[in-house]
């Protein structure tokens, strides 16, 4: 029973993506417009899947503890978003402040680290150690000292979104194509004119793809970082809500959630489409 | 060509020597090297591969410096990149997030000057890109992409354009083009040019002189007039100075590295074939 949950749950948000990820991209895909038809069928299977789940969900009378209905989702979705609203605004402060704050330290240091090999040879081992620990383990200890405010949660996001945005905007800061940076010191370019005018735009299609990966790791940490305490914020609306066994709210939560997460992808993949499209 | 020139040429190479430092030990790439180019003349290098052509040329242009010896650009000593150099680079070497006007627009951004439009539009009508500003280098072909470079490398008006085997990574259709398109520009501005190849062919089309390299560490080995009038067309190629010429080049390259294994055969007999 405690696997069914999360499986339910995961192919519920999951199939939710899928449909709508191919749907921006047949959209987004160039200006010929992908036939009515394949959009049609897109429409089509999302209806099928989630009527099906609905209908055996119905049929077979599972209780609404174990996995509610889309169309009970949906009503609780509509009926509590007035009361859901506002902690999705504080978990939106967490993260965007969050994340603006790691996001800016990560690429200032990726761009003087990778100026200088042997610092980046001593400081790499800590950096693999700040990505690869989970933040959240650090969130009782940062509640401790900070208190059940926004503090130790924005701290939480920029620790876990900086090293991600740090390690991909170095991996691009360090990939030097000695004939470009030669073409621009022929013109007699400064060190500070290579930066900007080489290294960067050369960078941006993998500083784009850390703060991708920066931003969902935040929106993990933002939500995990609410769950352990606090009272305010979708990650406690979802410890709230389970606790009070009111699953269709919960899962309602949850969409929101993971509506978030395409947001953010929709939104760097959009940025990457327009500025770093030169790069297959 | 003009006999009674000044003395002092455009570019003066004297004792070039260049030693890199690599973690295997010294590498002696350049020893002694000595070439002067002329004001208007086409000068075209070749050799076997790894002889220097390439730390030659980037030392003409600045981009590095010499262990020994000097450069001297209109017989002032160049210490540095020069704004009166313009260099061709092997590929294209276009910067892929831009389009082609912008691309051509950096050198002038660099400096901080405002772009000779008038200029840049005559130079892109020259090697036939009209209307393609808009393009980004990934939609040109490679013949394209480099025509866009030798139009960045001319915006500047440079006196003197160095070309690093430009058109190697060109099919041979392509190469003929481009050879004619380099002359074209040479009638139309007088650009003093050093070229690097390696096809003795496209050296000698497009070269009043062609100076062999020795392998490494590179030197002048050998030099060789080429006296056909300009404009040139591609059927000189197919006469039997240029051909003896092609081949006497070949074996100053080929018996640098096969000294042993001399061809016996009278070069004559290979020409009869050859038609």
């Known amino acids: 029973m405690s696997d069914a949950i999360p499986e339910f749950s995961k192919s519920k948000s999951g199939d939710g993506q899928d449909v709508s990820l191919t749907n921006l991209s047949a959209f987004a895909s160039g200006p010929g417009i992908k036939s009515g038809?394949?959009?049609?069928?897109?429409?089509?299977?999302?209806?099928?899947?989630?009527?099906?789940?609905?209908?055996?969900?119905?049929?077979?009378?599972?209780?609404?503890?174990?996995?509610?209905?889309?169309?009970?989702?949906?009503?609780?979705?509509?009926?509590?978003?007035?009361?859901?609203?506002?902690?999705?605004?504080?978990?939106?402060?967490?993260?965007?402040?969050?994340?603006?704050?790691?996001?800016?330290?990560?690429?200032?240091?990726?761009?003087v680290i990778t100026q200088f090999p042997f610092a980046e040879k001593i400081v790499a081992p800590y950096i693999l150690l700040l990505v690869t620990t989970p933040m959240l383990a650090l969130v009782p200890l940062l509640i401790l000292r900070f208190g059940f405010g926004y503090t130790p949660r924005i701290i939480a996001v920029a620790l876990a979104a900086g090293p991600m945005v740090m390690i991909n905007a170095a991996t691009g800061f360090r990939r030097v194509d000695s004939a470009k940076i030669a073409l621009a010191r022929s013109y007699g370019a400064s060190t500070l004119q290579i930066f900007w005018k080489i290294r960067a735009p050369m960078a941006l299609p993998m500083i784009l793809v850390g703060l991708m990966i920066g931003a969902i790791f935040g929106l993990l940490t933002a939500v995990g970082a609410e769950m352990v305490g606090g009272g305010f914020g979708l990650g406690n609306r979802l410890t709230t809500y389970s606790s009070m066994i009111q699953m269709p709210q919960f899962f309602a939560v949850v969409l929101i959630l993971s509506m978030l997460g395409i947001l953010i992808y929709v939104l760097f993949f959009l940025i990457g489409k327009k500025w770093a499209s030169w790069e297959a | 060509m003009n006999a009674g020139e000044i003395t002092t040429p455009k570019l003066g190479v004297q004792a070039a020597t260049k030693i890199y430092h690599t973690a295997s030990g010294d590498l002696l790439a350049l020893d002694r090297c000595s070439l002067d180019v002329r004001a208007n003349e086409i000068v075209s290098i070749v050799g076997p591969s790894g002889c220097g052509k390439t730390t030659l040329l980037w030392s003409m242009s600045g981009l590095h410096g010499l262990t020994s010896g000097e450069i001297r650009l209109d017989g002032i000593k160049i210490t540095g990149p020069h704004p009166d150099i313009g260099i061709v680079f092997q590929e294209a070497n276009l910067l892929p997030w831009r389009n082609?006007?912008?691309?051509?627009?950096?050198?002038?951004?660099?400096?901080?000057?405002?772009?000779?439009?008038?200029?840049?539009?005559?130079?892109?009508?020259?090697?036939?890109?009209?209307?393609?500003?808009?393009?980004?280098?990934?939609?040109?072909?490679?013949?394209?992409?480099?025509?866009?470079?030798?139009?960045?490398?001319?915006?500047?008006?440079?006196?003197?354009?160095?070309m690093d085997e430009p058109f190697g990574a060109l099919d041979s259709f392509t190469r003929e083009e481009m050879n004619r398109l380099v002359e074209e520009i040479w009638l139309d501005t007088k650009t003093t040019i050093v070229f690097i190849t390696h096809s003795i062919e496209e050296a000698i089309f497009l070269s009043d002189r062609v100076v062999v390299l020795s392998a490494r560490p590179g030197k002048v080995a050998k030099e060789y007039r080429v006296p056909f009038p300009r404009p040139r067309s591609l059927e000189i190629t197919a006469t039997k100075e240029v051909f003896d010429l092609t081949n006497r080049i070949k074996m100053d390259i080929v018996g640098e590295r096969t000294r042993p294994k001399a061809p016996e055969r009278p070069s004559a007999e290979i020409v009869r074939i050859r038609p």
């Open chain 1, 37 to 111: 038809k394949e959009v049609a069928a897109i429409l089509a299977v999302a209806v099928i899947i989630i009527g099906g789940i609905e209908l055996a969900l119905r049929l077979f009378h599972v209780p609404l503890y174990i996995m509610p209905p889309p169309s009970s989702i949906a009503y609780a979705l509509f009926d509590e978003f007035p009361l859901i609203a506002p902690h999705l605004g504080y978990t939106l402060v967490e993260l965007v402040s969050g994340f603006a704050i790691g996001a800016a330290v990560g690429l200032v240091l990726a761009a």
């Open chain 2, 100 to 162: 082609l006007d912008a691309n051509i627009r950096f050198p002038f951004e660099i400096k901080g000057e405002k772009p000779d439009r008038a200029w840049i539009a005559h130079l892109l009508n020259r090697v036939g890109l009209d209307g393609f500003g808009g393009k980004f280098p990934r939609e040109l072909s490679g013949g394209m992409q480099q025509r866009a470079a030798i139009v960045r490398a001319l915006a500047l008006k440079p006196s003197v354009l160095l």
